[in-house]
Nanobody, 116 residues
Framework: QVQLLESGGGLVQAGGSLRLSCAFS????????VGWFRQTPGMEREFVAG????????DYKDSMKGRFTISRDNAKNTVYLQMNSLKPEDTAVYYC?????????WGQGTQVTVSS
């Protein structure tokens, strides 16, 4: 059974940086594309960034381009989200998602709070 465990969230001041990690277990990691999503109370979960199984292709929500960088280390079964120049509106619970064909898995989320 695939499991995802996010870490690295916390409280940071505006303009600061955080690096989130998503540790994968229970499957062949390189077969899975992985995405980061975020959600605030009362809002739908939104896409932040995604990366292909090999790491060769990445995609970002437009408002994150230039500030966030997604990467993966297939030897460590981990995907990272480097977040720079954080803004208060980036405050949310961040989730990682792994998918392969019709199989989709979610982590439990990690809270990111950006103070002004």
């Amino acid at each position: 059974q695939v499991q995802l465990l996010e870490s690295g969230g916390g409280l940071v001041q505006a303009g600061g940086s955080l690096r989130l990690s998503c540790a994968f277990s229970g499957g062949t990691f390189s077969s899975y594309a992985v995405g980061w999503f975020r959600q605030t109370p009362g809002m739908e979960r939104e896409f932040v960034a995604g990366i292909s199984g090999s790491g060769a292709m990445t995609d970002y929500k437009d408002s994150m381009k230039g500030r966030f960088t997604i990467s993966r280390d297939n030897a460590k079964n981990t995907v990272y989200l480097q977040m720079n120049s954080l803004k208060p509106e980036d405050t949310a619970v961040y989730y990682c998602n792994a998918h392969f064909i019709l199989s989709v898995y979610w982590g439990q989320g990690t809270q990111v709070t950006v103070s002004s």
